[in-house]
T-cell receptor
Framework: GQSLEQPSEVTAVEGAIVQINCTYQTSGFYGLSWYQQHDGGAPTFLSYNALDGLEETGRFSSFLSRSDSYGYLLLQELQMKDSASYFC??????????FGKGTTLSVSS | NAGVTQTPKFRVLKTGQSMTLLCAQDMNHEYMYWYRQDPGMGLRLIHYSVGEGTTAKGEVPDGYNVSRLKKQNFLLGLESAAPSQTSVYFCASIPQDRAVEQFFGPGTRLTVL
């Protein structure tokens, strides 16, 4: 079967750095995406990795190791507005994203 | 551009009733998707379409039907609603296969009593 595993909850304080890990077991993999979802809102795209290594977008970075079927999202200089759910998702050609169950990040002051 | 829109935003149904959810996109995207999201779960694919006039089943298609008569619209139908279909439904689109970013609509919150 196809599965993605990520922690269900993470807590941190403002200004800190947090890493959300994702391991996957899927077929037809061509990339790993990260989406953010605030309560009651639509998922929004954050980052994408097709090749091994680190991709940086402002305060957010994402890493992929295809040989380990592993990736992570790194959030730096945390702000209260970063409190949300974060989903890793595998991109598969011809079909759709396969999502993990999500990680709820709570940022406190 | 409005992006991806969904109608209605909220709906309450009784068991056995039918309804249609509408997804519309004005970005000329080829691929469109319907997902459902349940508490504590990621999004699960119901049906998808790779172009006008085509549809295909996703991970959880039972109890749903879809149609893509026009490129910009993707309809999701529930013929006989069941409490298990209480969920938040999201529509999404991408311009073509292997496009990186999926664009999501705001969601429809459906409750079946």
């Amino acid at each position: 079967g196809q599965s993605l595993e990520q922690p269900s909850e993470v807590t941190a304080v403002e200004g800190a750095i947090v890493q959300i890990n994702c391991t996957y077991q899927t077929s037809g993999f061509y990339g790993l995406s990260w989406y953010q979802q605030h309560d009651g809102g639509a998922p929004t795209f954050l980052s994408y990795n097709a090749l091994d290594g680190l991709e940086e977008t402002g305060r957010f970075s994402s890493f992929l190791s295809r040989s380990d079927s592993y990736g992570y999202l790194l959030l730096q200089e945390l702000q209260m507005k970063d409190s949300a759910s974060y989903f890793c998702a595998v991109n598969q050609a011809g079909t759709a994203l396969i999502f993990g169950k999500g990680t709820t990040l709570s940022v406190s002051s | 551009n409005a992006g991806v829109t969904q109608t209605p935003k909220f709906r309450v149904l009784k068991t056995g009733q039918s309804m249609t959810l509408l997804c519309a996109q004005d970005m000329n995207h080829e691929y469109m998707y319907w997902y459902r999201q349940d508490p504590g779960m990621g999004l699960r694919l119901i049906h998808y379409s790779v172009g006008e006039g085509t549809t295909a089943k996703g991970e959880v298609p039972d109890g749903y039907n879809v149609s893509r008569l026009k490129k910009q619209n993707f309809l999701l139908g529930l013929e006989s609603a069941a409490p298990s279909q209480t969920s938040v439904y999201f529509c999404a689109s991408i311009p073509q296969d292997r496009a990186v970013e999926q664009f999501f609509g705001p969601g429809t919150r459906l409750t079946v009593l």
